[in-house]
């Protein structure tokens, strides 16, 4: 199977999905509804996606494609309100967080299509370890050259929205140390990482062309790349952060990366360069380990300093953009998680205060629904 | 100094609470063989050896002290009631209101169907209103223990905890105005007709009010000490229980009603270890072995096609009515049928409810009595063989069994 051409799409336009947990409204723990919560809400309208995922205790809401924050989170707001409602309606409640804190992977139970089998077959219990909750935005591109380009400028701001959208420190139950350690699943997938650093969309094809001959890959979708074209769309994917704890927060760092790719493509106008790919991992690394607190190390200077300095100072070189783009508000929020915290310090702090991680979910939810 | 002085006389005094210890041992082993070989439920294996090694079978143990046994079941089933009523979200019915039709539902036609049946073969109609009260109740000992036994989760099961809270509430609250009206039509005074289930009612519910308020202040100073807090719970469990019987109130609406307000009120989640501890988890196995004691199977003889006909019946009755209102409360039909099927067993409560009956009107003991003793032993055999079929086919137990 070759690759799909490039479609058209508007430039800077922005979409986001987000992975969600079903709770049972009992003990908090991943309840397996999906099957029921889709087919509620298939009865009511509501704008953009509601989509089953890997496991039965995950859905994912997609927004349609929107240009500017006001949309967005209107969107987002109401895909929430409906899930919200069929949760109520179902006993389940839903929950932001990229991963559930107490779950046991041996306990979820795939949800029943023939891609997620397939994939169940293929990588075992990695799959089940894959109940994890992320959001993927997509940026709208001029074109395939450009998509790449903007792929390769975003790849040095990767820590930024780790940090930014940071929300998994507990897994199985305890406290792993880490800002996102929902990152550290994606990593043990066998094509995760980054893209290659090629630069026009025909090498792109080549490359594409000489993995499906080895066998490897069918389709983009085979590869778990932190950053990905998404040539049907005409959009590139940003899959780093995770599933924030509210919607708010989801439409901000959208709009953050929307912004910043604004200044990417309008003002910076710098070509990527293959080293600077030399600190992808380590900045990858700290931002999941320390999150806003990590280390990071700047490719062309060298310098260091934490990664909420480097937002900061990102914040000041895209504000005429995101007013531009009326994301005034969103760089706010953004702010705000410089200054309060990330989910994960929120979650941490809730743990100090509840001394119970079924607690902490169950407030986790009451943060998502919004009641 | 001689023999006798240090030697056990010969032959040896048995005690029977020896054969019953030693009766918890075989049971556990062999509830461990059904699972293990024939994938059944650890409970068929607790009350079958109750019936096999019980006076209605082969006779090995002999017929237990009434009154200390009442305890045993009296305690566990408190237990159990109250881990039922804790796991359900009232709530819930006021978000799904269809949920709340499916219940109704489900027990009147229930309660229709048996009455119908009994007064087609000549039962009187109070007595058979009685009767039909009883069979409105599915097991909540035998769905909370096969519920944590497998893990289950999801819709099913859900519903399947919050439909065997209503139903048995139902079944004690019908019960006893229909055993009034027995009363009545024996002569009682109006006054008592009227006041004695006044006075049940009333009480218990005031006393599962109590219960849950008491519940509140404890666990907000010692909640986070979950062990500590379940060994208070269980004290709590036992007062309330023994508390209720001196009162002459209704333990059973008491515990479930307990359990339903600590839920109603909690702020925080709790998790508590399944039967609130090691403690409580070998009371629910005595038991179940207890019931299986309880057993007596003579009767079965004569009324076999009796018993059987209103085995069939409930079923039926139990799974057609789930089914009208599945696909408004949210479920498909697969998930129905096996939450119609799954609300089938009978234990405890029915065997409660019937020996108040029978304590009541000694007549009762010897005719329906003996019928409903007969239907609630198969049920209690195959009904947690049938709730972790069901469970399994909605999909809502582990893939893979450990």
Known sequence: MSLMPFAPSRPLSIGVELELQLLGCNDYNLAPSAPEILRRVAKRTHPGEIKPEMTRSMIEINTSVQQEYAGLVTELRALRDVVSEAGCFLNVAVAGGGTHPFQHWSEQKIFDAPRFHYLSELYGYLAKQFTIFGQHVHIGCPGPDEALHLMHMLSRYIPHFIALSASSPFVQGHDTGFASARLNSVFSFPLSGRAPFVLRWNDFEKFFAKMTGTGVVESMKDFYWDIRPKPEFGTIEVRVCDTPLTVEIAASIACYIQAMSRYIMVEQRMAPEEDDYLVYTFNRFQACRFGLEGVFIDPRTHQQRSIREDIMEMLEHISDHARELHAVEAMERIREILIVGNGTSWQRRAYASEHNLADVMQLQAELWMGN | ?402
Request: hydrophobic residues 55%.
């Open chain 2, 1 to 402: 100094m001689t023999w006798s002085d240090y030697l056990p006389a010969w032959p040896l005094q048995i005690s029977p609470a020896l054969w019953l210890a030693l009766t918890l041992v075989v049971a556990v082993l062999l509830g461990e063989a059904m699972v293990r070989h024939l994938r059944l439920p650890r409970i068929v294996g607790y009350i079958g050896i109750g019936v096999v090694l019980g006076p209605g079978g082969l006779g090995f143990i002999p017929q237990l002290p009434v009154n200390e046994w009442r305890l045993v079941v009296d305690l566990a089933l408190g237990i159990l009631l109250f881990e039922l009523g804790s796991k359900v979200n009232l709530r819930w019915l006021k978000a799904n209101p269809w949920l709340a039709g499916t219940s109704l539902l489900e027990a009147i036609t229930t309660f229709a169907v048996v009455f119908s049946v009994l007064v087609w073969v000549n039962v009187t109609s109070t007595a058979a209103a009685i009767v039909a009260t009883i069979a409105i109740a599915t097991s909540p000992a035998i769905i909370v223990r096969t519920v944590t036994e497998s893990r289950a989760q999801g819709q099913v099961t859900d519903r399947l905890l919050l439909m065997t809270a209503l139903n048995t509430i139902y079944a004690v609250i019908f019960h006893k105005l229909a055993v009034a009206v027995m009363h009545g039509q024996a002569g009682t005074s109006f006054v008592h007709t009227i006041f004695a289930p006044l006075y049940l009612l009333g009480g218990s519910a005031l006393l599962a009010w109590l219960f849950g308020i008491t519940f509140e202040r404890i666990h907000h100073h010692l909640g986070q000490h979950e062990e500590t807090f379940s060994f208070i719970l269980f004290g709590m469990i036992a007062f309330a229980t023994i508390m209720a019987s001196t009162l002459r109130l209704s333990p059973i609406l008491v515990l479930l009603a307990a359990g339903l307000i600590t839920r109603y009120q909690r702020k925080h989640t709790r998790t508590f270890p399944p039967h609130f501890g090691s403690a409580g988890a070998v009371l629910v196995v005595l038991m179940f072995i207890a019931n299986g004691l309880a057993a007596d199977l003579r009767g079965l003889r004569d009324g076999f096609l009796l018993v059987l006909l209103l085995i069939v019946v409930r079923i039926i009755a139990k799974l057609l009515a789930v089914l009208p209102l599945a696909t408004h409360s949210g479920i498909g039909w697969r998930q129905a049928i096996s939450l119609g099927i799954a609300l089938v067993p009978m234990s405890s409560v029915a065997l409660l409810l019937t020996m108040d009956t029978a304590i009541d009107f000694p007549e009762f003991a010897f005719g329906l009595g003996m019928v409903l003793m007969n239907w609630i032993v198969i049920l209690e055999l195959a009904g947690p063989v049938l709730v972790q079929v069901a469970l399994r086919r909605a999909g809502e137990t582990p893939e893979k069994k450990t």
